[in-house]
């Protein structure tokens, strides 16, 4: 077993998303991990911050898994907008983050859907299709694109969505052309879609392509956390505690995806409360070692 280990910048260092400075800074910091291989980060736009933080990473040496999304002081992206202006800008958008990928040699990129559109689901996920297709095009051989699901009413409210649709979709695309589309199943993810870790890794058969490991809080909609927010395992009134980590770790085990070439797996969990961004990191990693140890 050869897993890619890595782990998630923007919620180990909440503070990044939204302070172009203190991004640039906490990317400096992660880069010194030693005991991961990858990094699941993105870029801040800006030629000169653009160009600083390319540098950091590609010093580096780490592997990028490249995490495409909406970014502070920017309109969300609307890929499957009826607006044709909306869907030109969301690939434009989605095109500038791809060339900063491209350009860490990253080999894994992962997209979201953008908005819900509820009265015109189908139409929406034929627009999307479009777009999909269109950046698979201008993505090289080697490199994977893997679509996210997550929650239709909970936090997010994207298009995808249910685990089972989301492979529906895939699979729809390979069979347009793009082989090189997949899904990144998110293990915080699974409950504010109304799945359970058991259903979840059924539904996504064989278009898993990436992982990340974390936790939400769905119990109590008053706490600051509540959905898409990525506690740590374990966290009060969260959906998982480090024993499910240590679970759906064996079940990936169990599926064989953690036997494939280049399988990847990411933590993407804020800090423990009272402990630093390397003694969390420490802590995530003794759940993985406990988990693959049998």
């Not at 009265?119 to 297709?133: C, P, S, T, V, Y």
């Not at 699901?149 to 793009?178: A, C, M, N, Q, Y």
Request: with cysteine; charged share 30%.
């Amino acid at each position: 077993m050869k897993t890619i280990l890595g782990i998630n910048h923007q919620f180990l260092y909440p503070e990044s998303m939204t302070n172009e400075i203190a991004h640039t800074e906490t990317l400096r910091e992660i880069v010194k991990f030693e005991n991961v291989s990858a990094l699941d980060c993105w870029v801040w736009r800006g030629n000169e911050r653009s160009r600083e933080e390319i540098k950091i990473l590609k010093d580096s040496g780490k592997i990028i898994n490249y995490n495409i999304g909406d970014r502070f002081g920017e309109d969300p992206c609307f890929p499957a907008s009826p607006s044709k202006t909306e869907r030109e800008r969301a690939y434009s958008l989605i095109m500038r983050e791809i060339g900063y990928a491209l350009e860490l040699s990253s080999k894994k990129i992962v997209i979201g859907s953008g908005p819900d559109i509820p009265n015109d689901r189908e139409g929406a996920k034929e627009r999307f299709g479009e777009i999909i297709l269109r950046i698979g095009e201008e993505l090289p051989s080697d490199v994977e694109l893997a679509l996210e699901p997550t929650d239709w009413d909970i936090d997010k409210h994207f298009l995808f969505g249910p685990v089972k649709e989301t492979t529906d979709f895939i699979h729809k695309i390979r069979t347009s052309g793009f082989k090189n589309f997949g899904m990144l199943l998110d293990m915080s993810h699974i409950p504010i879609m109304y799945e359970t870790l058991e259903t979840a890794i059924k539904s996504a058969e064989d278009t898993i392509i990436h992982i990340h490991l974390g936790n939400c809080i769905i119990k109590n909609p008053s706490s600051p956390y509540y959905g898409d927010r990525h506690v740590p395992w374990s966290y009060p009134e969260s959906e998982y505690t480090e024993e499910d980590g240590i679970k759906f770790i064996r079940m990936l085990k169990n599926t064989g995806y953690l036997d494939k070439k280049n399988n990847t797996v990411s933590f993407e969990m804020r800090r423990y409360e009272g402990l630093s961004d390397k003694e969390s990191l420490e802590r995530f990693l003794a759940v993985w070692n406990e988990a693959i140890s049998i």
